[in-house]
């Protein structure tokens, strides 16, 4: 199948072969940058490879209007669309529009006991089989270790994984001696993947600061193209 | 005529379904003192509010054809159009927005923006109306203007600011604090009809400066003059209104009042911003199409000496003949006028001339640029314009959408046959979305609308208004037939039984076309004489009307002829009609063609509790959840689902979500039937011609 195709040529897979502990059910993994830099675009990434390869996934969003969300969406797949040639252009985004659910959680201070329900009511009666989740926009500068831990057990029981993004905020520096963001420290024991977004001479490269146990600031051989923010090997 | 141009408002009022329109229209009646007394709808009192004026609107609680009514406010006269809040009759929404100078969005100070607000929200915008919003039901319970008014910005990307925040709120709700005066109002007497201006309450006084500050910062957006005013502390309540009147009309800025309609506060103050800040006729461009000078565009001037244009928007049968609700946009019109008809082409008479007022009118001599009114007794469609003779002018037309669902129906006893043909064609001449016709095979009479809903009301009003009962079959789906590749054919039509023969020849190719249609001569040297090509795309458009899959009518597709041959003798425009047919069934099936449903656009709006049994009906409907937007306790889920499983979703949804839950859905577009549907489709297709054969 093209899909097939696509997705083990997907950065992604590179990406998820240069963690060493892997990635999968009951993880949780973080895109940090300053804001503007890349990190939707790495999600949306991330679930398009998933839906490349027809496994569900629900979009959870804090912030952005639901068609601002799909745009992201529609601009990136046609981008690798045009990239990879795809043949049956319609039918694959017809299969990815009918595999993708967006959750959008517009209050402030909405609970995340809340957000779960729903992901649960999406998963359970819905009959909606996900196990990709990204998290786009969650406000990790509010005190979150408990959302955290929430999340992680329902990762856990319902063998999901999770992907966030952090956006970075306030004078700099913004991260510790070994690269880790300094908002993300007090929740290290929850969070298994971390990786950080640098701008670089003009290109977006790409950080591995934590691989499950172990702190490295190992920079991955993928960068984002500031021009289409497709990620791209190095 | 009440007032000059410059004292007069067409106004409408639009929204989501229950969000107190009807209600409010109720109390401007009442302020204005065209009724003595208030109905609520759905009154006990045995009568329903007064602009839902049909027995079936009373009965239902909801408004479903738009009744114009005219008030006088502070010596301006105010054309009220009440327009339907349900997407089934949209139509009748657009249509009046067409007509209208401004409207009053109303929004729920609970439930805030709605699906059906952002759709009405989409229509304003369309038709470029500037709007002022009012954010009514503030005594309920979880009343947040402040937070609909965030909406208002963020969900329908206006420029809003308030112009007003409340005394209170829910069970408390007492009066308003003016943000412009910086004055607190009390709506005083057994249906508020003593306005009382009092000193902003000093614990209200922190809450008004902050968000008079906002409006500023809004409205100095708009205006230099405020802006300066603004850094020197000079601003005046005159420079504010004119501001906010210049940003409204331009459609930069909605300004946001509020109250409660049903608890009578608020309305006089909404009133006072309708004729502050929405234009007269005079503000607004209107054009016309000249169509003695191939269609030129022509700004009309709402100058009532000048030769008359207005635009017949709504007809209504009534028991004394035809109705005709009219805008006029140019010059005037007075009883004994001669009129032309630029569509039909006829000249006529202006009889009797009244203003609507509900369900009673009131008769007048005449009336002028920018006046909405009716006329009795003239024959003309919906949409048609009227010009004075010498004039040749049509507006442009309003947008139509085609029906997507049909209804098979039969009187129940032969005699009220006649009655049943009257009132089919009396709604489809008022209604151009609901549409009737003949089934040349079954010979049923099929009736064709835009939903379920819309289908029921006529179904009903036949009962009511014409006595008829009716037997209904079951709601069929609007399907369609199209190709997904290319075919070629070579098709030679030849006939020879005795005299003049038949003989044609088409050569060429059908392929799948973004539009509906297309026919393409390319054709070099004559192979086919010209005076036959017209023949050739008569013989495929009547291919296109039933497909050989279901006999459903095919879309999408191009045809381009590249060769063919001719007989001098035997070739006719009939033979290469044939032709054109024989090499459409030639290629049609190599084009391998699928049978396509009309997927509708469906928004749940429900507690959040239920957002799972809502996720698992649409699931089960062969529906896509494209995202659900959580908001407090509410959750707004859209979805994409096929029109066929949506047939008596709202008895489910109510009895699944203890009746908190609804729903509104329109047309989004045509795509593939699944493989299994299609076949039982073509079975049944297949069956149906079998048993035609044995008959």
């Known amino acids: 199948m093209v899909k097939k195709i696509l997705s083990a040529r997907s950065p992604i897979k590179t990406l998820e072969k240069n963690l060493k502990g892997g990635y999968g059910p009951g993880h949780l993994g973080v895109f940090a940058s300053r804001k503007g830099v890349g990190k939707t675009a790495c999600l949306v990434q991330i679930a398009l490879d998933r839906l490349f390869e027809e496994k569900p996934v629900i979009h959870v969003s804090y912030a952005s209007r639901v068609d601002y969300i799909i745009s992201w969406y529609e601009e990136l797949f046609k981008k690798l669309a045009g990239l990879e040639n795809l043949r049956s252009e319609m039918e694959i985004h017809d299969r990815i529009v009918r595999n993708r659910v967006i959750l959008n959680f517009r209050q402030e201070g909405m609970k995340t006991e809340q957000v779960l329900k729903s992901i649960e009511a999406l998963l359970g009666p819905g009959h909606f089989s996900a196990r990709t989740i990204i998290v786009d926009g969650f406000n990790f500068y509010l005190p979150c270790a408990g959302d955290l831990a929430l999340f992680k057990k329902f990762a856990a029981d319902r063998q999901l994984e999770f992907w966030f993004s952090c956006s970075l905020r306030g004078d700099d520096p913004l991260f510790d001696d070994q690269g880790l963001p300094f908002v993300l420290k007090d929740y290290l024991s929850s969070l298994d993947i971390i990786i950080t977004l640098e701008h670089d001479d003009g290109r977006v490269r790409l950080n591995l600061v934590k691989d499950h146990d172990q702190i490295s600031n190992k920079k991955l051989r993928l960068e984002l193209d500031p021009q289409t923010l497709l990620l791209t090997r190095i | ?695």
Not at chain 2, 568 to 590: L, T
Not at chain 2, 639 to 648: H, K, T
Not at chain 2, 662 to 669: A, G, S, W
Request: glycine share 8%; hydrophobic share 35%; proline share 4%.
């Open chain 2, 1 to 695: 005529m009440n007032g000059t141009l410059q004292r007069m408002r067409n106004i409408g009022i639009s929204a989501h379904i229950d969000s107190g329109k009807t209600t409010l229209t109720e109390r401007i009646l009442y302020y204005c003192k065209k009724i003595h007394r208030i109905h609520e709808v759905k009154g006990k009192e045995g009568g329903g509010a007064t602009m839902d004026y049909m027995e079936l609107e009373r009965e239902r609680g909801i408004t479903i054809t738009s009744a114009t009514t005219n008030v006088t406010w502070n010596e301006h006269s105010i054309n009220i159009i009440d327009t339907p809040g349900h997407v089934d009759f949209t139509i009748e929404v657009e249509r009046s927005l067409r007509v209208l100078d401004g409207a009053i969005l109303v929004l729920c100070s609970v439930g805030g923006v709605q699906s059906q607000t952002l759709t009405v929200d989409k229509q304003l915008k369309r038709y470029n109306v500037p709007a002022i919003a009012f954010i009514n039901k503030l005594d309920r319970i979880g009343a947040n203007p402040f937070k609909v008014k965030d909406q208002i910005n963020d969900k329908l990307g206006r420029r809003a600011a308030l112009l007003q925040v409340p005394v209170g709120l829910e069970d408390k709700f007492q009066g308003l604090v003016d943000l412009i005066r910086m004055k607190a109002f009390y709506f005083d007497g057994p249906n508020g009809e003593i306005v009382r201006e009092e000193e902003i309450p000093p614990e209200l006084e922190d809450l008004a400066w902050q968000y008079r500050e906002e409006l500023l910062d809004t409205v100095s957006l708009l205006s230099d003059e405020v802006t300066e005013a603004i850094l020197e502390d000079r601003v005046t309540e005159e420079m504010l209104w004119k501001a906010i009147r210049k940003g409204t009309i331009n459609r930069e800025f909605t300004p946001v009042l509020m109250g409660s309609a049903y608890r009578n506060k608020g309305v006089q103050l909404l009133l006072d911003a309708v004729v502050n800040y929405l234009p007269n006729p005079s503000e607004v461009e209107n054009i016309a199409l000249d169509l003695d000078q191939e269609e030129k565009a022509v700004i009309l001037k709402a100058d009532p000496s000048l030769p008359c244009v207005a635009y017949a928007f709504k007809l209504e049968e009534g028991p004394y003949g035809q109705l005709t609700y009219i805008r006029i946009y140019q010059g005037s019109l007075r009883k004994g006028d001669e009129l032309y008809n630029t569509r039909s082409r006829q000249k006529f008479k202006v009889g009797r001339v009244v203003r609507m007022h509900a369900d009673h009118m009131e008769d007048i001599e005449g009336t002028g640029a920018g006046d909405i009114a009716a006329l009795f007794g003239v024959d003309c469609a919906s949409g048609d314009t009227i010009c004075s003779p010498g004039l040749n002018y049509a507006m442009t037309s309003i947008y139509v959408p085609e029906p997507v669902i049909s209804l098979a129906i039969e009187p129940s006893d032969k005699l009220s046959a006649d009655r049943l043909a009257r009132a089919l064609n009396r709604f489809a001449k008022e209604d151009p979305t609901f549409r009737v016709y003949i089934d040349p095979e079954s010979k049923q009479t099929i009736i064709q609308g835009m939903g379920e809903l819309h289908l029921d009301v006529y179904v009903e009003r036949m009962k009511r208004e014409y006595r008829v009962e009716v037997v209904t079959g079951r709601p069929q789906v609007a399907y369609r037939e199209a190709i997904t590749a290319r075919a070629d054919f070579d098709y030679t039509h030849k006939k020879q039984t005795g005299g003049a023969g038949q003989f044609g020849r088409v050569i060429g190719y059908i392929e799948p076309f973004d539009g509906q249609y297309e026919f393409v001569n390319e054709i070099k040297g004559g192979h086919i004489p010209r005076e036959f090509i017209p023949s050739c795309d008569k013989g495929f458009q009547a291919m296109l009307k039933k497909g050989q899959l279901i006999g459903s009518p095919i879309i999408g597709l191009r045809v381009v002829l590249t060769d063919g041959q001719y007989h001098p003798v035997d070739s006719s425009d009939i033979a290469f009609q044939m032709a054109a047919q024989g090499a459409f069934k030639q290629a049609y099936k190599k084009a391998r063609p699928q049978i396509l449903e009309p997927i509708m656009k469906v928004v749940v709006e429900t507690p959040s509790e239920f957002s799972g049994n809502v996720f698992g009906s649409l699931n089960q409907r062969r529906g896509i959840i494209v995202s659900s937007v959580e908001d407090g306790t509410y959750s707004r889920i859209e979805a994409e689902v096929p029109l066929s499983e949506m047939f008596g979703y709202s008895t489910v949804l109510r009895s699944m979500t203890q009746g908190q839950a609804e729903f509104t859905m329109e047309f989004l577009r045509y795509a593939r039937l699944p493989a299994s549907l299609a076949e039982q489709l073509m079975e049944e297709q297949r069956a149906k011609l079998e048993a035609e054969e044995k008959k």
